[in-house]
């Protein structure tokens, strides 16, 4: 029954309401029943992405019932996204199990194609009640093999938002200074790209590459019209870094015990996310949400 959580209904909710949908990536059943933990706690609502390169290693099927089985009794609103997908037979795959949402990514096109198939995949997705996400442009940084360092285009916000009214898409993923992986250097924010681009277009603008910024960056961002913010750099750290520590006391005791390690994990990527939904203006809004939705429908 939570398969038909729409991404597209919780961030127009988000927009209307100020404050930014989590999107939180998970790999395995550990972390996406913290992070479905994390919007319990604070009675959030969360999407969870997966990566193409999560999809290849567990199954769409797998994962699919991994969610269904996680969210059975769950009382806040949580959506199945597929993260950066420039693979169309994916696409296909995640759109025929019936996910809430997929972001094609086509920034590695050029605009003709770029929008030419954009418009084929809103078509099959929307004919299965599926949302989608589009990225002309790409987003700096390598995720989950999927990327480039490098910049390849660049369009302006007038462009994009007509981009968008021509594909029908339900969400925008625009450049917008930051990037995938954790920052070497200080990034340059555009928060105001952001606001002329939501003053061009109703539909839900999506900030990448999250991890590292501050609540002050959040805030400025969703002020200027961001309504989901991607996490996953963030969920990575935690994990592994509990891992370690564990492992390392477990090594200095010779204790040996799986569960209590994965009790270590779960809580600190519970906690890590905690943090993030506060931060965003999510805490307290899985009602909202809902009823968001259900007016939207
Ligand atoms: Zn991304």
């Known amino acids: 029954m939570r398969m038909v959580v729409s991404t597209g209904s919780l961030t127009r909710a988000a927009r209307q309401g100020g404050y930014a949908v989590p999107a939180v990536n998970v790999f395995d ?76 990514d086509a920034s590695d096109r050029d605009l003709d194609d770029a929008v030419r198939e954009t418009i084929e995949v809103t078509a099959a997705a929307h004919g299965a009640g599926v949302d989608v996400e589009s990225e002309i442009e790409n987003i700096l940084g390598v995720e989950d093999d999927v990327g480039s360092d490098e910049a390849r285009h660049a369009y302006s916000v007038a462009q994009l938002a007509d981009v968008a009214a021509q594909t029908g898409v339900d969400l925008i993923a625009p450049q917008l200074g930051t990037s995938h992986g954790l920052y070497r250097a200080s990034p340059t924010l555009l928060p105001e790209r952001a606001a002329e681009l939501a003053a061009l277009t109703d539909v839900p603008v999506v900030l990448h590459g999250g991890t590292g910024l501050s609540a002050a960056d959040f805030r400025a961002f969703i002020d200027a019209g961001v309504s989901k913010i991607n996490i996953s750099t963030a969920v990575k750290h935690a994990y592994m870094q509990a891992s370690l520590a564990h492992l390392e006391a477990a090594r200095e005791q010779d204790r040996w015990d799986p569960p209590s390690l994965i009790t270590a994990i779960s809580t600190a990527v519970t906690d890590a996310i905690d943090e993030h939904i506060v931060w965003f203006g999510a805490d307290g809004r899985a009602a909202s949400a809902v009823a968001g939705a259900e007016a939207d429908r």
């Open 29 to 104: 059943e550990i972390s996406m029943r913290a992070v479905i933990a994390a919007a319990e706690r604070r009675s959030a609502p969360l999407i969870v992405q997966i990566s193409v390169k999560t999809v290849r290693v567990s199954g769409t099927a797998f994962i699919t019932d991994l969610f269904r089985s996680l969210t059975r009794d769950v009382a806040v609103p949580v959506a199945l996204h597929l993260d950066h997908c420039p693979d169309r037979a994916v696409l296909d795959d995640v759109i025929a199990a019936g996910w809430s949402s997929v972001l094609f």
